[in-house]
């Protein structure tokens, strides 16, 4: 009993030296709110910050008029960011894309800003982008906090560890093969709070070290100065084949240590602006439904025998999609130049060896929990 309490403190102590609470230690990092980085464009400036405070006309207006949609993404996550010059791709990246082409009927009109775990809220919250796509988990302190809200989940997920085969780990570690081990994660993330758990709950003590970007964290596990990495499992797996360590990193315990719900942020107190962003999301989800996707949806559209496809693409009840302040034709435009969820997922994660089917990212009609309310 007495062992548990002192392991229990000293993994709650350096936790909270590593950093504090994954909500509010944001919001103190020194210089974190002005930190801006430019993204593919180059030379973007922060905005003014959105909202109206009430029903809508506030960050609408505010993207009509700048003409592009800013959209803060990861610096860098497989599948979710990835970065190539000033190439942008992934599936956090065509969520972007895809809210651009329900506003501007050009998926093009976005501009990226690359923002680490640690200030991604606080540059929301201060106008630097309009919607915030990047590998966020919805939590509770997240949501409640003042300034923030969250849309529909675009990818279940939930957090592993992994480790060096060549160090004893396999797919059946537990907390105790990890005891007294050293632990890399990014700084500001749900990450390092659920690993700390974690071991405490499992009798381990464990040392995490949190550093600032993804790069950061696989540069120490590779050079061996971590001994494992923890983080979101989708992260690990597009990780560990990307940088070709297939066969010699395992992924363990055998069930995720969390629920990482990874879905859009955006300010609160504009509600035009989160139907929007929500409906974006939800008519991916209908049109795989439907099996309608970028290539088909013309002729779908012209069979005219789905009258709620009729209704997303505006040809019928259109007001339901003016309603949101947008033109008619926006989210059949999102169809169009983006495609379904189903689309999205085998363009951007399917290659990495995230497999939907069977997975909580299935369609719910598929026994997973990807689900729209109905679009009426
Ligand atoms: N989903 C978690 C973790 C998100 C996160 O930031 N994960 C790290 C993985 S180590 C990351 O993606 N870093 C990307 C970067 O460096 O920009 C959260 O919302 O806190």
Redo the contacts with the bound molecule.
Sequence with gaps: MVRRLFVLLVALALVAAACGD?STSDTTEPGAATTTTAGGGGGATATTTGGDGGQGGGTLAEVRARGVLNCGV????AG??NIDGSDFSGIDVDYCRAVAAAIFGDSNKVEFF????QVRFDNLKAGQYDVLF????WTASRDTDVGMNFGPTTYF?GQGVMGPISKGFSADSEPEDVDGLLLC??A????EKNVAEWASLGGATIRLETL??????YTAFIDGSCDM?T??AS?LVGERFTRGFLDEWVIFPPTNISK?P?GPAYREGDDEWADIIDWTVFVTFIAAEKGVTSATIDAAIAAGDDPELLRIAGLESSEIVADLGIATDGFLQVIKQIGNYNEIYERNLAPLGLVQAGSLNALFTEGGLIYAPPFR
Excluded: H, I
């Design positions: 994954d990861s610096e860098g996550a979710f960011t690359p923002v680490s775990s990047r590998n966020t988990t997920d994660t990014s500001g993330t749900t990450s600032e970007t993804n790069e950061d964290v990495v983080t979101d992260n990482e990874l």
